[in-house]
């Protein structure tokens, strides 16, 4: 009882751990660049040969400003519907340490889908529920056998769209609907890691409708960035001021903000168009190659950046592939995916090779 917050608070946030609700968030060092800082404890003179924007000596801004006010134009949103952090796997813990307490609450997965998901809830103490994608349908969201199967413990469900390792978009209008009938009851999680790979808005333009709905996008897959470790969580901005109490203050790396800003200028966008069309192409040829291919049982369609194939002997391409010096994934463990690799589409060279490497 005497967790509870004395003001009255909307049915999302009310969803939240009470204790994250009434948490005192870290007071970080005022960020003013028109001050000198003799505040934060660092030391005043630039490391031998530091040769960034802003000095590494200094810490940097907590949710840069000009970052999230990019990232938030790139997707369409506000800023302040916009959380920076380290991958789009910082967003998901980060939905599942606010939203379910351990022990207690419970988040639900729709495999076979991407891992992380169920890590993210095993670490926090969260149980985790399973509705599988119907895979006679090409693994399809049953949105109400979902719905059905969240009963008060579950305080987030994550959908994957495209899903990995499927490769499918999941069904915007389906996902709406999930998301209105779960309004008070779950946060409603999209990751879209592939979104720029498909056709289509994706769900940042419904965030409006949806005070539970979360959309995570990266810039890990499409923008050739994974090493930036930079993606963003898109949602209501009470969400994203909930969430900011629970991000480390200084999450963001300054290297990170001034190599993302200038890899987010027109130029470098223009780039990642052209490589993503070139991607796509190599995505057809390599999905209709591997159609005609013997030992291929089954290629599933893909918007995404790889293939899901089940193959009649996949020990063997798995050896196969490696004897070309090439690693695909094997998810076989996961359910319904008995005889099923994933192989992401490489450039057209690669690709070549692997197409060379499984029908020798
Ligand atoms: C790769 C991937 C991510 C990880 O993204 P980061 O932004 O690099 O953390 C998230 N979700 C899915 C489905 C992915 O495949």
């Given at each position: 009882m005497s967790a509870a917050p004395k003001l009255s608070i909307s049915p999302t946030l009310a969803l939240a751990r009470p204790d994250i609700l009434t948490l005192q968030a870290y007071e970080h060092a005022l960020w003013d660049p028109g001050l000198e800082r003799l505040h934060a404890n660092e030391l005043p003179w630039r490391a031998s040969g530091d040769n960034s924007g802003a000095g590494l000596n200094r810490y940097p801004e907590p949710q840069p400003r000009a970052l999230v006010a990019r990232l938030a134009s790139l997707y369409g949103v506000a800023p302040e519907q916009t959380l920076v952090g380290r991958g789009s796997d910082e967003g998901i813990d980060l939905v599942v340490r606010a939203f379910c307490r351990a022990g207690e609450d419970a988040v639900l997965i729709t495999p076979p889908?991407?891992?992380?998901y169920a890590v993210a809830a095993r670490i926090q103490g969260a149980a985790v529920r399973s509705v599988p994608l119907d895979a006679r349908r090409?693994?399809?969201?049953?949105a109400d056998t979902v719905l059905a199967a969240c009963d008060p413990s579950v305080r987030v469900v994550f959908l994957c769209s495209p899903n990995n390792p499927t490769g499918n978009l999941l069904d915007a209008d389906a996902m709406a609907h999930l998301a209105r009938a779960l309004e008070g009851r779950a946060i409603l999680v999209v990751d879209?890691?592939?979104?720029?790979?498909?056709?289509g808005p994706g769900m940042a333009p419904r965030l409006a409708a949806h005070p539970n709905l979360v959309v995570l996008r990266t810039l890990s897959k499409a923008h050739g960035l994974a090493g930036a470790r930079c993606g963003s969580l898109l949602a209501a901005p009470e969400i994203v001021a909930l969430l900011r109490k629970l991000i480390?203050?200084?999450?963001?790396t300054q290297l990170t903000v001034e190599a993302v800003l200038q890899f987010l200028e027109p130029p470098a966008l223009a780039v990642m168009r052209e490589r993503i069309a070139l991607l796509r192409r190599e995505r057809a040829r390599l999905y209709h190659s591997l159609q005609r291919m013997a030992g291929v049982d089954h290629v599933w369609p893909s918007e995404a950046n790889f293939l899901l194939a089940s193959f009649v002997q996949p020990d063997q391409a798995l050896q196969r592939s490696l004897d070309a010096g090439l690693l695909v994934r094997d998810?076989?463990?996961?359910?319904?995916?008995?005889h099923a690799l994933r192989i992401t589409v490489g450039t057209p060279e690669q690709n070549d090779r692997l197409l060379q490497a499984l029908s020798s």
């Open positions: 889908t991407f891992g992380m090409g693994f399809a969201l049953d879209e890691a592939y979104g720029e790979f498909a056709e480390p203050p200084y999450a963001i998810v076989r463990r996961q359910p319904g995916l008995g």
